[in-house]
C-alpha cells in the first residue's frame, strides 16, 4: 500500500512568518502533485515536480522533490490570509499511461493577520 | 482557461437508488478519472478511463460503480443501487497525452444518500 503522510495537519501562524509543510513516504513516486483545496470545492492544482532534488518556485511558494523521490516540501515565504486552505500532496507511480494519484490527508494551513 | 465541470454540483438520493453524475473535461484531454472524498477523508481513486476502456480500478469500484463515455465530451460515473457508504464528494478529473500525472479536477458533486 502507497501512503503518503502530510505533516503537520494543522498550521496556524502569523501573516509575514515562514512556513514548510512536508509529505513523505516509503515508497517511490514517478512525480509529485501538490493541490490546494477550497471547502467543498475541488483541488486545484498548483505545480508537479517529477526529477529528484527539483525545486519548483511559484512566487512566494517552493517546492522541493526529494532526491529519493519519496519525500516533498512545501516552503511559504511571507505568509498571507489569502494563503489560508487545505493543501494537499499527490504522488503518481507510473510513468505513463493512465495514473492513479495517492493523496496524503492534507495540511489545513490558517494565517492569521 | 480550460476547465472541467461537473454536474449536479449536490444530488441527493435515497438508498437503493441509481445515480448518474456527470463531467465534462477539459476538451483535448484524453485522460478521465473519478475520485471521491468521503467527508474529513482523503481524497480516493475509483478508476481511470482511456480511449474507452477502463485502465485501472480501486477495490472501492465494485460491481455497483459503472463509467461510460457516452459521447465526445461527456464522462459519466453511475452508481446503480447507492448505500448510505456512498454519501460523499465525487470528483471528476482529466489529463492529456503526455503528462497523465497533472490531473486537472472539476469542483465535485456531492452526493447525499439517505
Known amino acids: 500500500t502507497q501512503l503518503l503522510e502530510q505533516s503537520p495537519q494543522f498550521l496556524s501562524i502569523q501573516e509575514g512568518e515562514n512556513l514548510t509543510v512536508y509529505c513523505n513516504s516509503s515508497s517511490v513516486f514517478s512525480s509529485l502533485q501538490w493541490y490546494r483545496q477550497e471547502p467543498g470545492e475541488g483541488p486545484v492544482l498548483l505545480v508537479t515536480v517529477v526529477t529528484g532534488g527539483e525545486v519548483k518556485k511559484l512566487k512566494r511558494l517552493t517546492f522541493q522533490f526529494g532526491d529519493a523521490r519519496k519525500d516533498s516540501s512545501l516552503h511559504i515565504t511571507a505568509a498571507q490570509p489569502g494563503d489560508t486552505g487545505l493543501y494537499l500532496c499527490a504522488g503518481a507511480r507510473a510513468i505513463q499511461g493512465a495514473q492513479k494519484l495517492v493523496f496524503g490527508q492534507g495540511t489545513r494551513l490558517t494565517i492569521n493577520p | 482557461e480550460p476547465e472541467v465541470t461537473q454536474t449536479p454540483s449536490h444530488q441527493v438520493t435515497q438508498m437503493g437508488q441509481e445515480v448518474i453524475l456527470r463531467c465534462v473535461p477539459i476538451?483535448?484531454?484524453?485522460?478521465f478519472y473519478w475520485y471521491r472524498q468521503i467527508l474529513g477523508q482523503k481524497v480516493e481513486f475509483l478508476v481511470s478511463?482511456?480511449?474507452?476502456?477502463?485502465?485501472?480500478k480501486s477495490e472501492i469500484f465494485d460491481d455497483q460503480f459503472s463509467v461510460e463515455r457516452p459521447d465526445g465530451s461527456n464522462f459519466t460515473l453511475k452508481i446503480r443501487s447507492t448505500k448510505l457508504e456512498d454519501s460523499a464528494m465525487y470528483f471528476c478529473a482529466s489529463s492529456e497525452l503526455g503528462r497523465t500525472y497533472e490531473q486537472y479536477f472539476g469542483p465535485g458533486t456531492r452526493l447525499t444518500v439517505t
Open positions: 476538451s483535448n484531454h484524453l485522460y
Open positions: 478511463f482511456y480511449n474507452n476502456e477502463i485502465s485501472e
